[in-house]
């Protein structure tokens, strides 16, 4: 299991869920980062500093670890380093050998190497995931559930407010079952703009 220690920054040194599997992580950008991956693909698989990769560079064996490793639900993988833009300016000139060998490493195994910043992480889509991700795990009415997906069956692409209005039952409870829907990716909508009442909907 993964070590933990105390981080400089953020002194983050709990654990994360995503995907119903534990992920340790270092920093709350890294646990942002498995959120968001949680939130995005609910059978997305994150297995935390995955390997540790060898390289040279001026005349030194050198040891390089990713933070993550993320194996999506659609088959393809890849290498995720978390880093604050304030640190991986600082500190690019270091890491950059490293990177460079980690892009090598991922490619020969036909997957990719990514960097990814609280400029990424960090915005809609995490307000989204932080809003919807813990109604995966709350009860939903199997009744009003199907008159939703009936409703929006019919309708094609209706807003958010246009599937509630439709409804035969209370407003609240309407509501209720829209977000547990969309929380498990039953209703499929655009998860990097805000959530309203004109969201579009569709089903999964």
């Not at 105390?6 to 995907?19: K, Y």
């Not at 490619?107 to 400029?119: C, D, M, P, W």
Request: with cysteine.
């Amino acid at each position: 299991m993964r070590r933990i220690p105390l981080s400089r920054r953020s002194h983050i040194t709990g654990f994360g869920t995503a995907s119903g599997a534990v992920v340790p992580h270092e920093s709350a950008l890294e646990r942002d980062f498995a959120l968001c991956v949680s939130f995005l693909d609910a059978g997305a698989v994150i297995t935390s500093q995955p390997v540790t990769i060898s390289f040279s560079h001026d005349d030194r064996q050198r040891r390089y670890t990713p933070d993550f490793h993320v194996r999506w639900s659609d088959g393809h993988g890849e290498l995720v380093e978390i880093k604050y833009r304030a640190d991986l300016r600082a500190d690019w000139a270091r890491l950059r050998p490293a990177f460079a060998a980690a892009i090598e490493f991922a490619k020969a195994r036909s997957e990719r190497f990514r960097i990814a910043t609280e400029r990424g992480i960090r915005g809609v889509l995490l307000d989204n995931a932080r809003r919807l991700l813990p109604l995966r795990r709350a009860p939903l009415d199997v009744a009003t559930a199907e008159a939703v997906r009936a409703i929006v069956g019919r309708m094609g692409t209706p807003t958010l407010s246009e599937v509630v209005a439709a409804m035969p039952c209370e407003r609240v409870t309407a509501l209720g079952a829209m977000w547990r829907l969309m929380a498990h990716g039953d209703l499929v909508f655009d998860p990097r703009q805000p959530v309203g009442f004109d969201t579009r909907l569709r089903l999964s």
